[in-house]
């Protein structure tokens, strides 16, 4: 089981990015898929989800109507576009199958949000 993610960068606050997660190892239309991400001195938190179908989504509040979580099965991969940033959603930024304990963290995506 492999999820990569990328697309991070630094942008200025009210900018946008996209980040992007491929996946391999295992049959991605079978799983929900999760954005999580982990500020410096602060515990990971879960961002968005979307289930396998994509029919379903989820968002926290600090991010709902901001980001947009989407997929496209065809090409094992996920991805949170992110609109209106702050200063705050500096974190890097991991993807994970949803409630797959035993999978490991990847290295996560930096995204800097900063003037």
């Known amino acids: 089981v492999q999820l990569v993610e990328s697309g991070g960068g630094l942008v200025q606050p009210g900018g946008s990015l996209k980040l992007s997660c491929t996946a391999s190892?295992?049959?991605?239309?079978?799983?929900?898929i999760c954005w999580y991400r982990q500020a410096p001195g602060k515990e990971r938190e879960l961002v968005a989800r979307?289930?396998?179908?994509?029919?379903?989504?989820y968002y926290a509040d600090s991010v709902k109507s901001r980001f947009t979580i989407s997929r496209v099965n065809a090409e094992n991969t996920v991805y949170l576009q992110m609109n209106s940033l702050k200063p705050e959603d500096t974190a890097v930024y991991y993807c994970?199958?949803?409630?797959?304990?035993?999978?490991?963290w990847g290295q996560g995506t930096q995204v800097t949000v900063s003037s």
């Open positions: 994970r199958r949803w409630g797959q304990i035993g999978d490991s």
């Open positions: 190892g295992f049959t991605f239309s079978s799983y929900s």
């Open positions: 979307i289930n396998s179908a994509a029919v379903s989504t």
